[in-house]
């Protein structure tokens, strides 16, 4: 199975709780979805950047919703006493059972 590892900090300055986290997390899925549509011209605007000028924003965004999503890992965890490793394991056998995944390969 092929996977792609992301390894990102949990934020010591920052004091999050599960409801703004969820939040945070609406708030940086609508700017993928801006960078997404509107700078690659799909909402009917005129669009001036490069397509790599506009690839590097979605990156940039999908990091941001990335570390976002393990931000509410940690509240997970700390605040609420999930295993995220058990979760983890029950979403890719779930995802194996749907036939979205071959575990062998």
Do not use: C, W
Not at 10 to 37: D, F, Y
Not at 64 to 84: H, K, P, R, W
């Amino acid at each position: 199975m092929e996977k792609k590892i992301v390894a990102l900090p949990r934020l010591n300055k920052l004091s999050p709780s599960l409801e703004s986290t969820a939040l945070k997390l609406m708030e940086e899925t609508g700017e993928l979805a801006q960078a997404m549509g509107k700078f690659r011209g799909l909402n009917g605007e005129q669009t001036k950047l490069e397509e790599k000028e506009v690839m590097a924003m979605i990156t940039q965004e999908l990091l941001d919703v990335a570390q976002t999503a393990v931000s509410m890992m940690f509240v997970l965890e700390e605040t609420y006493g999930i295993d995220i490793e058990q979760a983890l394991e029950e979403h890719i056998n779930k995802l194996v059972k749907k036939g979205y995944l071959d575990k062998e390969a």
